[in-house]
Structure formats: C-alpha cells, structure tokens
C-alpha cells in the first residue's frame, strides 16, 4: 500500500508540471470561492485614485470646449485624444512590462502561486455573485428601495424610479457582461499571454469604465481608453458568448444564441457587451435591453436575447451561466492539456 502510494505521489509530481495553466487558472477561481474580493486595500481603489489624480491634472477646461465642436478647439480636441492616449500607457503599461521581464522565470511551482494569486486579484466571480444576491433579496422581499439603492453599485444608469422588472433587467445585463469583463477575460487572456495580458486588460478595463463616457468631459480624453478596450475584448467575447451558447444545447437554443449576438450584438452601443448578453439572454429564454436613462438623459437599445421578459428569479439563472462558462473554459484546458500531456508520453 505504502509503494502504491508512494508510485501515485510520484506520477502526480510528474504530471503537474505539465499541467501548470489547468492548475493556476483552478487555484485562482478556488482562491476568488473562499476568498471573495478583498475587503481593504484593493488594488484597484489605488489604481482608481491615481487615475483620476493623472485625469485632473491633464483632462483641463480647454479639452472639454472641444467636445461643443467649434472651429478653434479642433487643435484641443486631438490634443486632448493624444492626452487620453499618453495618461492611458502610463497607468496601464507599466506593471505588465515589469510582471514579463521580473516575475515570469520562477520554479513552476512558484509560478503557479504567484499566477494565481495574481489572477485571483483579477477576477470577480464570487465579487458578482455578492452584488447580486444584495439585489436580489430586497426585490424578493419587496423592498424596492434598497434593491435601487444596490443597483446603483453595478449599472451607471439612474436608479432612483427603477421598477422591479428594470432592475431585474439591468442586474441580469451586468452580470452578462461583468462575467465576460471580470471573469472569462482574464481566464482567457492568461491562456493567451499569461499574467501580464491579464493585468493589462484588468486595468484597460477599469479606466473604460471611468473615463469610456460619451459626455462633454470624457469624449475626447477617453476616446483611447474606450476603443482599446473594444479592442482587448474582441477575442475574449467571442469565447465568452461560445461558452454561454454552449449551456443552450439542452434545450436546443445555442446556435440561435450565437445568431442573435451577431445580429442583435452588433446593433448594441457596446459590441462585445452586446454579443454576450444577447447570447446569455437568448439560453436563458429572456429579452434584454430596451430604454434607460443616463445622466438625464433616456438612452435606447436594441433588444437582445428571445423570449419572456425577465423577472427577479432570473437573476440567479444569469449567476449560474457565468460560473457554469468559468467551468466549461476550465474543462476545456484540462482535457486540452491532457491530450497534450498524453501525446508527449
């Protein structure tokens, strides 16, 4: 029994090794299930506050008359773009390049630990399903007004009318897409260029969620930040549409899933977003977008998904199709590997 052991001991360290991506992207998502996010100190509240100090100080007035459209502020107007662009490379480039050329030649051991660890910081399963549920026990319960109130956490629409059924329709809408931006991404881009790919869509990501705005003060100065990050996630949300398309097999709706986020997503202000959540949508049987108002204004979407309208239990359906994709894109490396690992033996 004590050889027994000790030979499967054995084989197992052999095999690890050659099982390094399964087990750092494993080690991250078992990291974010009993961790959850970090309660202080995170990353990317520094991150945030140093991107709004670097914002201040180069977004000034003058960059903002060129939004009106006159003549003389047309000058302003790139220089405010190539401004954007500069502040961008500064807050985002930096750490990745000191991640490749510092901390990627560890024993391999090592190099798990610290991946994962990083990844781990990076994706927010546990962090969306937390956001969630706070919304959607007060609309269980009845409780209208803390359910708006948790709302206005996730989504940047006005909250302070929204009835139940748009809630329920905006929590769903960001859970879809937040799965795509804060999970499958970074699962992803580790499979593509490791660690460092990962930080920089992580941090490309946040500063177009600060500065991606089609308003008077962040038109032009976040012009970069919003086309790059349409740019990072083209790959990524294709795959994360594929993964949630893939659940609709059982019920016979994954290739109408993919056809309505090519149709539907590519009429959506935000491209992958509107991929994902129309292929999520369209396997969960359930219509999204519709209109919404942004900073006083009521902005109109085209609709996504097929089906009935959503209500407030579909909110943890939209939870389990994005921890069931995480699992799927985890399945896959598993079995790629292994036929990798079996065909080098």
Same mark, same amino acid.
């Given at each position: 029994?004590? @050889?027994?052991?000790? %030979?499967?001991?054995?084989?197992?360290?052999?095999?690890?090794?050659?099982?390094?991506?399964? #087990?750092?992207?494993?080690?991250?998502?078992?990291?974010?299930?009993?961790?959850?996010?970090?309660?202080?100190?995170?990353?990317? !509240?520094?991150?945030?506050?140093?991107?709004? =100090?670097?914002?201040? =100080?180069? %977004?000034?007035?003058?960059?903002?008359?060129?939004?009106?459209? =006159?003549?003389?502020?047309?000058?302003?107007?790139?220089?405010?773009?190539?401004?954007?662009?500069?502040?961008? #490379?500064?807050?985002?480039?930096?750490?990745?390049?000191?991640?490749?050329?510092?901390?990627?030649?560890?024993?391999?051991?090592?190099?798990?630990?610290?991946?994962?660890?990083?990844?781990?910081? #990076?994706?927010?399963? %546990?962090?969306?399903?937390?956001?969630?549920?706070?919304?959607?026990?007060?609309?269980?319960?009845?409780? !209208?007004?803390?359910?708006?109130?948790?709302?206005?956490?996730?989504?940047?629409?006005?909250?302070?009318?929204?009835?139940?059924?748009?809630?329920?329709?905006?929590?769903?809408?960001?859970?879809?897409?937040?799965? *795509?931006? @804060?999970?499958?991404?970074?699962?992803?881009?580790?499979?593509?260029?490791?660690?460092?790919?990962?930080?920089? *869509?992580?941090?490309?990501?946040?500063? &177009?969620?600060?500065?991606?705005? =089609?308003?008077?003060?962040?038109?032009?100065?976040?012009?970069?930040? @919003?086309?790059?990050?349409?740019?990072?996630?083209?790959?990524?949300?294709?795959? #994360?549409?594929?993964?949630?398309?893939?659940?609709?097999?059982?019920?016979?709706?994954?290739?109408?899933?993919?056809?309505?986020?090519?149709?539907?997503?590519?009429?959506?202000?935000?491209?992958?977003?509107?991929?994902?959540?129309? @292929?999520?949508?369209?396997?969960?049987?359930?219509?999204?977008?519709?209109?919404?108002?942004?900073?006083?204004?009521?902005?109109?979407?085209?609709?996504?998904?097929?089906?009935?309208?959503?209500?407030? &239990?579909? !909110?943890? *359906?939209?939870?389990?199709?994005?921890?069931?994709?995480?699992?799927?894109?985890?399945?896959?490396?598993?079995?790629?590997?292994?036929?990798?690992?079996?065909?080098?033996?």
């Amino acid at each position: 029994m004590a @050889a027994l052991s000790a %030979n499967i001991c054995n084989q197992l360290l052999i095999m690890l090794p050659e099982f390094a991506i399964f #087990c750092t992207l494993a080690l991250a998502l078992l990291l974010d299930k009993m961790l959850g996010e970090a309660k202080h100190l995170h990353y990317l !509240i520094g991150f945030g506050w140093l991107a709004n =100090k670097i914002e201040k =100080k180069l %977004n000034n007035s003058a960059s903002r008359a060129a939004f009106v459209g =006159k003549k003389a502020a047309k000058p302003a107007t790139l220089n405010t773009k190539l401004l954007g662009t500069a502040a961008w #490379c500064l807050l985002v480039l930096p750490l990745p390049a000191i991640y490749f050329f510092f901390l990627t030649d560890l024993t391999w051991y090592g190099q798990i630990l610290l991946d994962a660890s990083l990844l781990y910081l #990076c994706i927010g399963l %546990n962090s969306l399903q937390q956001h969630a549920m706070q919304i959607y026990r007060p609309l269980k319960a009845k409780n !209208i007004a803390s359910a708006r109130h948790f709302t206005g956490y996730i989504v940047s629409r006005e909250t302070s009318v929204l009835s139940e059924s748009e809630i329920s329709r905006a929590t769903i809408e960001s859970m879809l897409e937040n799965g *795509h931006d @804060a999970v499958i991404a970074s699962l992803l881009y580790y499979l593509i260029g490791g660690a460092p790919l990962v930080i920089l *869509h992580r941090f490309a990501n946040t500063l &177009d969620a600060m500065w991606g705005y =089609k308003n008077q003060r962040f038109q032009n100065f976040g012009y970069a930040s @919003a086309r790059l990050d349409d740019v990072l996630g083209f790959i990524s949300g294709k795959c #994360c549409t594929l993964l949630y398309a893939i659940q609709g097999l059982r019920q016979g709706r994954w290739l109408q899933a993919i056809i309505n986020a090519y149709q539907q997503g590519n009429q959506y202000k935000s491209h992958n977003g509107g991929w994902v959540m129309a @292929a999520g949508a369209t396997v969960m049987g359930r219509k999204l977008g519709g209109s919404a108002r942004y900073h006083g204004k009521v902005m109109h979407s085209v609709m996504l998904g097929v089906g009935k309208d959503v209500t407030s &239990d579909d !909110i943890p *359906h939209s939870l389990h199709l994005v921890s069931r994709a995480s699992l799927l894109l985890l399945a896959g490396v598993f079995v790629v590997q292994l036929v990798i690992f079996s065909t080098i033996r």
